[in-house]
């Protein structure tokens, strides 16, 4: 039988928990497709700082680089905001990110119709959204040299070389063949010239992919754009920090961040990740949302893995626990026939993979 290892990260806050359904969900996925998983269950973010002083342990980021995939939950609480920034959570999933030259973040949106309602946008507005952030992580301003600060000036650079602007556009023009075969670049090309590069590299670019329809938006602009009419949007091409707050505001027409997930990755595996963070305020009460978790793991079988069918069942049944009404109390108020727990909300995933 065909064997894949994943490091897991459970992280800091409701981590543990939403991580245990989602492995439960691919276990039921991977016993239906006929293939195993081994687990190495790692520390990073708050609890690694506790455990070892760092947010990002060697043990860890070495699990990473040897793993077939990284499950990860999430990071960070307001215990460690006082500490530097190199030993805050944040730290460590930025190292993790660079040390798996995980490049490639996609985020996508989709509303799903059980749950348009649960938008703050109107529902004729957001009704059947499905874009694709398609995010460079590894670069720009988040890494940019020269950085830093001194009592009266801080400085942080925005830098991509054509090498880094090639790689990411590829990943988005291949994402666009996929799925409506639209593709728009965001940037700032009428103020910054790293993004008059990056306009003239996707467009360099285009010609390989003749069937993507290419446009180029100001990220003022596709800030408004997506409240104003996102479905206008198939995929979206960004650098790290617009895509940073890009996702965010995406996120948001779903109204439920609970059920986003999302990929980062790079040449091989990649981390696999809800777009939500640690939540420690309903840390430990048993009501978080796993869904993001579960549909990350969809993402891992996918993207790391080249389980698409495994994938395509996990999704299937996420679609139909919302369909039949089934809600964990983020989303009681949107068309709710039973709240469950997370653990409840697991258990049913599975169940239903294991019928299906
Ligand atoms: C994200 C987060 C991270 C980022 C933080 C936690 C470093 O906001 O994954 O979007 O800025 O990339
Ligand atoms: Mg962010």
Redesign the pocket.
């Known amino acids: 039988m065909k064997n894949y290892n994943i490091t897991v990260i459970e992280g800091d806050g409701i981590g543990p928990e939403i991580v245990k359904e989602a492995i439960k969900a691919i276990e039921a996925a991977a016993a239906k497709e006929g293939f195993g998983l081994t687990y190495d269950y790692q520390l990073m973010g708050g609890a690694a700082y506790e455990a070892s002083g760092e947010p990002l342990p060697a043990s860890t980021l070495a699990s990473a680089k040897a793993a077939d995939g990284v499950l990860f939950g999430a990071i ?1 609480g307001p215990q460690w905001d006082n500490l530097p920034r190199e030993k805050r959570p ?1 730290s460590g ?2 190292a993790l990110r660079k040390g798996l030259d995980a490049f490639a973040n996609l985020r996508p949106t989709k509303v799903y119709d059980a749950l348009v309602d649960a938008s703050t946008l109107k529902p004729e507005v957001v009704k059947g959204v499905d874009l694709l952030v398609v995010r460079e ?1 590894t670069g720009g301003i ?1 890494f940019g040299e020269p950085k830093g600060r001194d009592e009266t000036r801080g400085f942080n650079t925005m830098v991509y070389s054509v090498e880094e602007i090639e790689r990411i556009a590829r990943v988005a023009f291949e994402a666009a063949m996929k799925r409506r075969k639209k593709l728009c670049s965001i940037d700032k090309a009428n103020v910054l010239d790293v993004s008059q590069l990056w306009r003239e590299t996707v467009d360099r670019i285009a010609p390989e992919y003749p069937e993507v329809e290419v446009s180029h938006m100001y990220v003022d602009n596709a800030a408004m754009q997506l409240v104003r009419n996102p479905r206008q949007f198939d995929v979206m091409l960004t650098g ?1 920090l617009f895509g ?1 707050i890009l ?2 505001e995406a996120s948001m027409i779903s109204g439920s961040i609970g059920l986003l997930p999302s990929s980062s990755g790079g040449a091989k595996g990649g981390i696999f990740e809800p ?1 939500h963070g640690s939540a420690p305020d309903i840390a430990g009460q048993g009501i978080a949302n796993p869904l993001a978790t579960i549909l990350s793991g969809a993402m891992l079988l996918r993207y790391a893995l080249g389980e698409a069918k495994a994938a395509d069942r996990i999704e299937a049944a996420v679609e139909t626990a919302l369909a039949q009404g089934y809600r964990t109390t983020d989303l009681a108020d949107f068309g709710a026939k039973e709240v469950c727990s997370t653990q409840e909300m697991g258990e049913l995933i599975a169940n239903l993979i294991a019928k299906a």
């Open positions: 960070g944040e999933l930025l992580l988040y790290n940073d996702s965010d777009i």
